[in-house]
């Protein structure tokens, strides 16, 4: 029987077992052996990461040819315009080609966030806002990237779900076993 761990990601951790003397790893926060993380989320990137025992399944998360959906929570500086939104809906050209055309939205701050330590940093003359963005790919940095080019800059950036999983209700550190 396969297994599953859905690990919120806090920021400042790195994506791997073995530690690097800099920062926490995951094996400060997961003791189950021979589980392996499916993807990765950059040490500035919170969030969901899933870990499996199963290297097919690890592959068909982690394979772009499989597309499966990345759904991301943002907090930008400034205000996003229809214009930028539109614009992460067609496309993005990034210095490393077009990306897919994404899911984008303007959404109300999420309320049932953790605090973030350090906390991203404010500016009173420039307001935040939170965009729901949903891509089908997983370039380098790529959310960031994309936010930048269309003119609003990522402070936070927090993967909520891939594909059938999500963060629901898994605090800051936190792992749950789900059946494969």
């Known amino acids: 029987m396969s297994r599953i761990l859905l690990f919120n990601k806090?920021?400042?951790v790195i994506c791997?077992?073995?530690?690097?003397?800099?920062?926490?790893?995951?094996?400060?926060?997961?003791?189950?052996p021979e589980v392996y993380p499916a993807g990765r989320l950059d040490t500035d990137s919170e969030g969901l990461l899933l870990l499996t025992d199963d290297g097919k399944l690890q592959h068909r998360i982690t394979?772009?040819?499989?597309?499966?959906?990345?759904t991301y929570?943002?907090?930008?500086?400034?205000?996003p315009t229809e214009t930028a939104l539109a614009q992460l809906r067609r496309g993005v050209p990034l210095n490393d080609g077009l990306t897919l055309p994404a899911e984008a939205e303007l959404i109300?701050?999420?309320?049932?966030?953790?605090?973030r330590t350090p906390p991203v940093r404010y500016r009173k003359a420039i307001p935040t806002s939170w965009i729901a963005l949903t891509i089908r790919e997983g370039r380098n940095r790529q959310v960031r990237r994309m936010t930048a080019t269309v003119g609003f800059p990522t402070l936070r950036l927090i993967r909520w779900r891939i594909g059938e999983w999500?963060?629901?209700?898994l605090q800051s550190g936190a792992w749950r076993d789900i059946p494969a």
């Open 108 to 115: 109300t701050e999420p309320t049932d966030l953790w605090p």
């Open 16 to 32: 791997q077992f073995s530690r690097d003397g800099m920062h926490p790893t995951l094996a400060d926060y997961i003791a189950v």
């Open 166 to 169: 999500a963060l629901d209700g």
């Open 10 to 12: 806090p920021y400042g």
């Open 63 to 70: 394979d772009p040819k499989h597309k499966l959906p990345k």
């Open 73 to 79: 929570l943002v907090q930008v500086d400034g205000i």
